[in-house]
Every structure is written in C-alpha cells, then in structure tokens.
C-alpha cells in the first residue's frame, strides 16, 4: 500500500512539472505576443510584412528570407517527386542498380540546370569532380586538409554580391541555394572520401556512385545529411570529363524536360521492394503531417513577429523578461519547426524509395541537456562528427582525447556554419557545455558518488538533485542557441538580462527550468520504457 501511495505521488509531481513548464511557455509566449503590437502602426519600409493569407487578415513576418526560399524550393519540387518516383520505380524493376545512379544523376542535373542556370550547374557537378579527383589517392590526413581549405573557399564564395555571384550572374536567393547546396554536398565529398579509405574497397563505379551520392536532390538542398557507407574505387580523369560531356548533351537534346529523383547511394544495390497500401498509406499520411507544421508555421507569423523584432533591438531591449524569453523560446521553437517540416519531408521521400534517412529533431521543449540536444537536432550531422572526427580522435588517447575530440568536433561546425562571432560563441559555450555536462557524468559514475547516494538519497531526490544541477547549464545552452539564431546583439541582451536583472526572475526562471529539466527526464524514462516493450 505504501508503495503505491508513493506511486501516486510521483505521478502527481510529474504531471505538476509538466503543468507548470506548460504554463511558463504559454505564459511568456503570450506576453511576446502582446509586444507584438509595436508593429500595429509599423511604417515597413524594409519589407519586413506582406499582406499574409486572405483569410486570416492580418499581414504576415516574411523577414527570415531563409523560410521564404525553403517555401519557394519546396513548392516547386513537389510536381516532380511523383515523376521521380515512377521513373526510379520502373528502373529497379527492369535493371540493374548503375543504370539506376545515372537516372539519378541525369534527373538532379536537369533540376539544378532548370532551377539554378548552366553556369551553378556547373558548380554543383564540379565541385564532388574536382574533391574527388584531388583525394582519390591521398592519406586521411591529407584529404582532411583538403577538405578544409575548400570548406575556407566556399565560405568566400557565399559573400554576397561579390565576384563569384556577379560572375554567375545569378540572384541573391539563387546565390544563397546554390552556396548552400555547395555546403551539403562537401559533407556528403567529406563522408565518401574518408569512408572510401577507411573501407579500401575497389570498384571501376566510384565515381558514378559518388556523384549520384552527392547529387542526392531530396537531401541536396536542405539535408537532412545521409552518410556513405559503402566504398567503390575511384575512375580516372578522362571517364569523369567523358561523363560530364555527356550529359551536358543529353541536357540540350532534352531541354523541355524536367524530373526530381530520389536516391540512397547505400540502398542501390539492395533488392527491389514493390509499394503496397500501407507503404502509400504511410507515406501520405507522413506528408501530410509534414504538410501541417510546414503550414502551421507559417500561419503563426500573422501573429508573432519573431523574425521582425529580431531587427529592432531597442524593442528587444525593453522587453520585460518574460517578454524576452518568450521570444527567445519563439526563435527555438520557428527554428525547430522550419527543420521537422524540412528533414521530416525529406526523410519521407528516401522512405518512398525504401531509403533510410535521419528523422526529423525532436521538440526543444522537453531536452535539456547538450549531449541530446546534438544527438536529437540535426541527427545526421551528429552521425558524421561522431564517426569522422570523435571516434578516430577519442580512441587510443584517453580523456584528453576525449577532450580533444570534442574540441575538433566543434571547430568543424564553427568553420562549417561559418565562420562569425555569434558562431563562435555558439559553439565555444556548446563545447564548454559538453565539458561540463560530461564532468558530471563522469562523477555521476564514480564509486564515491554511488555511495554517498545509497547512503542519503533515494532514486526520486537523485533526479531532483541532477535536475536542479542541470537548470543552470540549460539556461547556459539556451542562451547560446540565442546568439547562433538571432546574433551577437542578441545574445548580448539575454546576457545583460541574466547578470545585471533581478535576482527574483533569476530564481523564478531556474524554477521552471528545474520543471523543464524534470519534463525531459521523465520524456526519456516513457521513451526508454516503450522501447523495451
């Protein structure tokens, strides 16, 4: 009896910390809203706003011009998915998998040609060309460096309005997806090369299997990133140019068509497996939801400017602070959304085509802690850190090398996401943050630690006590994610707001972490448990 009173109880403070945590949300999101009326009377003269949906009304923050491409792209792939799919669909019934890839390259040519131009087409093609070539025969080490320096030239390249865009002759937003496209495909050179050495394995369609890889148009634009697994040995210079002449030509002969394919270079060679209902009935039912959050989102911006205000800091400024970190936790969760519309569709369309692909991140509302936040965000990227530079790093070097690890893992996102102060101190507090977090792991572990716990604590005051050590090092990790999302000004003013402002609103705003904290553990305890059953 005693036992299930103690139940009960447990029951009842979990859903007391979920109550709570859902309140503060609500609560401070509601006053963001309320500051929102600064741009009733707004004279835009940067063309923050449009007019918004006819039925709704009110005019709609179009500022996060990153969206509005992802939008645009979005709805000019989604006519040709179909085509994609039908066209792959006959191939792996009636051949085999190389004819496969060239389907697959020919389709995402004629794409970026239609989308983009010759010339950024071009672009796309020779940059896994020339990586390839130049890392074919080269140590680990050597095609790192390689990868690196390109990675330098490519942040030149995304200046705006500089030498490379004039000379492509191209608009900004073609500018910013083609620079983007340039990004993702170097990961993808980056997963190919270092598995190809790892692996040793020879085969005259490396090249081919690369570009298909590379040109991976579900994932091509906006990720999410799928790793390389399988190693084929590289062809030489000539067969690269001979293939490259090739279908340039087959472009001009078929000028009027268009396609969008989807591919898994891991999956190619693997048995074909025919659609049925329920594989359909998934699919749409997948895009669908997909469909909903994409649109979802942006019904929100009719009624909250999180992107605007990020452009008027005085506002910001005299935000109170549940104001403020309503709209700290608005840009969280807008940069969430935008990623679970994006990967997840993404995602859907590799499950069509029997592809296995990083799922979309899981909701910042209920993780607390760095290590799930990396794990859970971007989980493809996490995969490639973890494999190409954490694992090799770590092995034979103890808890230096650990640290080390840890070290070159965020260098990389730092130079890979760019390299500018609010980045840097993105990524400085998240490694610092890891630090932290696994010194208390480590201590969490150790026999002294076990023993004073059995000793004094029970399971239930354990929780308590981590979750209370952890609603610091979660304030420190949100506000981070404040610099990497709204910039160093930005991130500033959270700052000023936790050092210099009351003490009482630093309590309070640790409280309902401590709840957060509580809600993220108790999210993962269901998780595990469903799992193992």
């Known amino acids: 009896m005693k036992n299930n009173n103690l139940v009960i109880i447990n029951y009842y403070e979990s859903y007391f910390y979920f109550f709570v945590w859902s309140c503060a949300i609500f609560y401070s999101v ?7 009326n600064y741009f009733n009377d707004y004279y835009d003269a940067y063309g923050d706003f449009d007019s918004g949906w006819f039925w709704v009304r009110k005019k709609r923050d179009t500022s996060d011009q990153e969206w509005l491409v992802w939008l645009t792209l979005v709805n000019k792939l989604i006519p040709y998915v179909f085509i994609h799919h039908f066209i792959s669909q006959i191939i792996k019934v009636n051949s085999n998998s190389m004819i496969l890839c060239y389907w697959y390259i020919l389709s995402s040519i004629i794409f970026l040609y239609y989308y983009l131009g010759t010339l950024a087409m071009f672009c796309a093609i020779l940059q896994p060309s020339f990586l390839h070539i130049m890392t074919c025969i080269c140590s680990k080490n050597a095609a790192w460096i390689i990868h690196i320096l390109y990675l330098f030239i490519i942040h030149i390249l995304k200046i705006p309005n500089g030498t490379f865009q004039s000379w492509l002759e191209i608009t900004d937003e073609k500018h910013y997806i083609l620079t983007l496209i340039m990004c993702w495909i170097h990961l993808r050179s980056i997963s190919h090369t270092i598995d190809s050495i790892d692996d040793q394995f020879s085969s005259s369609n490396n090249f081919i299997q690369k570009l298909a890889y590379c040109l991976y148009l579900p994932t091509l634009f906006l990720g999410p990133l799928i790793l390389y697994h399988e190693f084929v040995e590289s062809v030489g210079i000539i067969i690269i140019i001979i293939i490259v002449i090739v279908i340039i030509v087959i472009i001009i002969v078929i000028k009027s068509q268009n396609s969008i394919f989807c591919l898994d270079i891991f999956q190619i060679n693997q048995p074909h497996q025919y659609w049925n209902c329920q594989k359909l009935l998934t699919f749409m039912l997948n895009l669908i939801r997909y469909m909903f959050w994409l649109y979802f989102t942006d019904l929100l911006l009719h009624f909250i400017y999180i992107n605007a205000v990020q452009y008027h800091l005085q506002v910001i400024q005299n935000l109170n602070s549940w104001a403020l970190f309503g709209l700290g936790y608005c840009m969280g969760q807008f940069f969430l959304n935008k990623y679970v519309a994006i990967y997840g ?4 369309l590799c499950y069509l085509d029997n592809i296995k692909a990083p799922s979309q991140p899981k909701c910042i509302a209920r993780i607390h802690l760095y290590s799930d936040m990396w794990k859970y965000f971007d ?17 034979s070097n103890g808890y230096f090398g650990k640290l080390f690890a840890s070290f070159l893992c965020f260098t990389f996102v730092f130079i890979w996401h760019g390299i500018q102060i609010n980045i840097f101190i993105w990524t400085l507090l998240n490694f610092i943050g890891i630090v932290i977090e696994d010194i208390g792991v480590s201590i969490g572990k150790s026999k002294q630690y076990h023993k004073i716990q059995n000793t004094y604590l029970s399971s239930k005051n354990t929780k308590r006590l981590n979750c209370i050590l952890a609603s610091p090092l979660l304030a420190m990790s949100a506000i981070s994610n404040f610099y990497f999302l709204g910039g160093q000004d930005i991130g500033n003013i959270f700052i000023q707001n936790i050092l210099y402002g009351s003490w009482k609103n630093l309590l309070v705003l640790l409280f309902f972490l401590y709840c957060c904290c509580q809600v993220s553990e108790d999210v993962k305890s269901w998780e595990l448990r469903r799992t193992k059953s």
């Open 345 to 348: 569709t993404c995602s859907n």
């Open 30 to 36: 509601y006053q963001f809203y309320l500051a929102n």
């Open 379 to 395: 989980r493809g990227l996490y995969k490639f850190l973890i494999r190409y530079i954490y694992i090799p790093i770590r092995k």
